[in-house]
């Protein structure tokens, strides 16, 4: 398993901005296809956007897609999520996720990931 921490949540105003990061331990973090989950209040964790080991191939929710990027830089061992025109719907606690190579990869199926951090809030204003 990999050690997950994310960062660069926070509240924003409708139509904003903001990028989300997660710092990945251990040497074989290129080895991991990454993926961001996220939970709401009263709600069941979903997926939200996913990208492969050689960064060949991103994977994106539909109620996310053309408003989010995710990004990852192997030599840094991190992973983004870029999200702009933000709404309130958007308001969760985002997860960041590993799959290790040794197993399937089903980019939006929770089971595929067996590293989660602990999560960063983000709170968009209306």
């Known amino acids: 398993q990999v050690q997950l921490v994310e960062s660069g949540g926070g509240l924003v105003q409708a139509g904003g901005s903001l990028r989300l990061s997660c710092a990945a331990s251990g040497r074989t973090f290129s080895s991991y296809a990454m993926g961001w989950f996220r939970q709401a209040p009263g709600k069941e964790r979903e997926f939200v956007a996913a990208i492969s080991r050689s960064t060949e191939n991103t994977y994106y929710a539909d109620s996310v897609k053309g408003r989010f990027t995710i990004s990852r830089d192997n030599g840094k061992n991190m992973v983004y999520l870029q999200m702009s025109s933000l709404k309130p719907e958007d308001t969760a606690v985002y997860h960041c996720?590993?799959?290790?190579?040794?197993?399937?990869?089903?980019?939006?199926?929770?089971?595929?990931?067996?590293?989660w951090g602990q999560g960063t809030q983000v709170t968009v204003s209306s």
């Open positions: 996720a590993a799959s290790p190579p040794w197993r399937a990869f089903q980019a939006m199926s929770a089971a595929s990931y067996d590293s």
